[in-house]
């Protein structure tokens, strides 16, 4: 029952969002409140007075969510956000909502290529991942982790995340790909137990060879002797929209 609500979950928070607007759009009081919001951000463009400018940027914002949870559908939403913290909650935090100690990448028009590589702490410590803004723009491709699990942050664009240059300590490694949209190819090395875990609103996996359309699915698959490995990697990866292709070499 768990799997199937996780596997029809994005379908029911489309289709919260499709009820909300209808009820905005259909409701002139709705309506007339979101117009006013946004007039109201838009008119705060032209004040000069920053502490003004702040109240009706807060204010129009305010007239806009105000719209929104005027609507019956805003509880369905409500509902189905609940589900879904209570679905994705794993013991290493929950694997849609959890971004701590994350490495964000920027929208990027080219394909970029990310070389994951992972070194010996340099101490007893916990070493933790540098964040980044979605905005800045980024020069180096190879990224260096201490041992550690690795939470990756994409805006959107195509990509590379090549995680085959690196040998991976005994044990578990977990690797969570959070992403807007774009293509997604993931190299991942041979000889590793592998269990691959894959969620999108809309888009598709390619892996060994065939295609799995995802229409707000979850794609999971486990390599055979997974728990008899002795170096184990787990791959989370969570987008909107788009395709992720997994190639293993």
Do not use: C
Request: proline residues 3%.
């Amino acid at each position: 029952m768990l799997s199937f609500f996780k596997n029809n979950i994005f379908i029911v928070i489309g289709i919260s969002l499709i009820l909300i607007a209808f009820e905005i759009l259909t409701s002139i009081e709705n309506t007339a409140i979101i117009g006013l919001g946004i007039l109201t951000i838009v008119g705060s463009a032209f004040v000069k007075n920053l502490s003004v400018k702040r109240i009706l940027l807060g204010l129009g914002f305010f007239l806009i969510l105000l719209a929104v949870f005027l609507t019956r559908s805003i509880w369905m939403m409500v509902l189905t956000m609940v589900l879904l913290i209570f679905l994705y909650r794993t013991p290493e935090g929950n694997e849609f909502f959890f971004f701590g100690e994350s490495m964000l990448h920027p929208f990027q028009m080219k394909e970029q290529y990310h070389g994951i590589q992972l070194v010996r702490p340099q101490s007893g410590q916990r070493s933790l991942l540098k964040s980044q803004s979605m905005f800045d723009s980024r020069d180096e491709n190879k990224n260096i982790y201490e041992w550690d699990d690795i939470n990756l942050v994409y805006f959107g664009g195509n990509s590379i995340i090549d995680l085959g240059n690196t040998i991976l300590p005994s044990g578990e490694n977990i690797v969570m790909i959070r992403k807007v949209f774009g293509r997604t190819r993931v190299i991942i090395p041979k000889g590793l137990g592998l269990r691959l875990n894959v969620s999108a609103i809309s888009g598709q996996v390619a892996f060994e060879s065939q295609q799995y359309p995802l229409r707000g699915d979850n794609f999971q698959w486990t390599s055979p002797g997974y728990s008899e490995t002795d170096r184990k990697l787990k791959v989370l990866i969570t987008l909107v929209t788009g395709d992720i292709e997994v190639i293993l070499l």
